[in-house]
């Protein structure tokens, strides 16, 4: 396929082959291109969909970059099973290898030092919801009012006993993230997911990154493990382990159309 230069990510040399079947995305296999002593992993995509102006286009339509989203993330979970790659924005695109080249000796600095420091570590991600309504209240449909007074005593009652839900759920959700600060080397606080793009239920109370040594990932998740079923109403979820995006820093670069993509998770 003869096209533009799409990225994955950067890495150092590694010795294990990448699985013989991996397609990334278009259908392209994965290759590495080597330059100063760093492995950059790109694939071949079609101008007449990767170029800026369609690309562009194709970023409203959430089929097709969830597709695109979920070929880019299968290469970067077959990188993280055989060195620890420095994963690049989805949709990073340059017009050939002489770009990617050009990229990497403008910011090798930077990806030797976040290489550096993400070497042999993981992305651990944790979230916690708050359920639309905990089973055991859902199962008693409140009784009908006899007035309007009575009404609206018992939406009064309704929204103090959700205000209450919400605040345990604040607290448990800042206790937890605290206690895996303490047992991870970095962590960052997202923004809550938006359940109409996430298709998750509840309310997102907390969305958080954790940097955890491969080693210590088996105490990262027993610890996380220990939380869930704590509190009636709280929903704990844990996923991973992931290439480290929320801790790249500045090193993604821009596409070669000098947009910022959205991150391949984000869209998985």
Not at 106 to 114: G, H, M
Not at 231 to 244: H, S
Request: proline share 7%; with cysteine.
């Amino acid at each position: 396929m003869i096209g533009l230069r799409y990225v994955y990510a950067v890495c150092r040399p590694f010795s294990t082959p990448l699985q013989a079947q991996l397609s990334g995305v278009a259908g392209d296999p994965p290759r590495l291109l080597t330059h100063h002593g760093l492995v950059v992993v790109v694939s071949h995509v079609p101008e007449a969909d990767f170029a800026e102006e369609p690309l562009h286009a194709h970023l409203e339509d959430l089929d097709w970059l969830s597709g695109v989203a979920r070929a880019h993330q299968g290469v970067i979970d077959a990188l993280t099973t055989v060195t620890t790659p420095l994963p690049l924005r989805l949709g990073t695109v340059f017009r050939d290898d002489s770009g990617v080249r050009t990229m990497i000796e403008a910011r090798e600095e930077s990806f030797r030092d976040t290489l550096d420091r993400l070497e042999g570590r993981v992305e651990w991600g944790v979230k916690v919801f708050l359920e639309e309504a905990p089973k055991q209240e859902a199962a008693a449909p409140a009784a009908r009012p006899a007035s309007g007074r009575d009404y609206l005593r018992q939406r009064r009652s309704q929204t103090k006993s959700q205000d209450e839900l919400w605040q345990r759920a604040e607290l448990f959700a800042t206790q937890l993230h605290e206690a895996l600060s303490r047992v991870a080397e970095d962590s960052r606080l997202h923004a809550p997911q938006n359940p109409a793009l996430s298709g998750a239920s509840g309310r997102n109370v907390l969305n958080a990154a954790y940097l955890v040594p491969r080693a210590g990932s088996e105490q990262f998740v027993e610890k996380v493990d220990q939380t869930k079923g704590e509190l009636p109403g709280i929903r704990v979820e844990l996923t991973g382990p992931w290439a480290a995006y929320s801790f790249a820093g500045e090193t993604a670069p821009e596409s070669a159309s000098g947009e910022e993509r959205p991150n391949a998770r984000e869209r998985s």
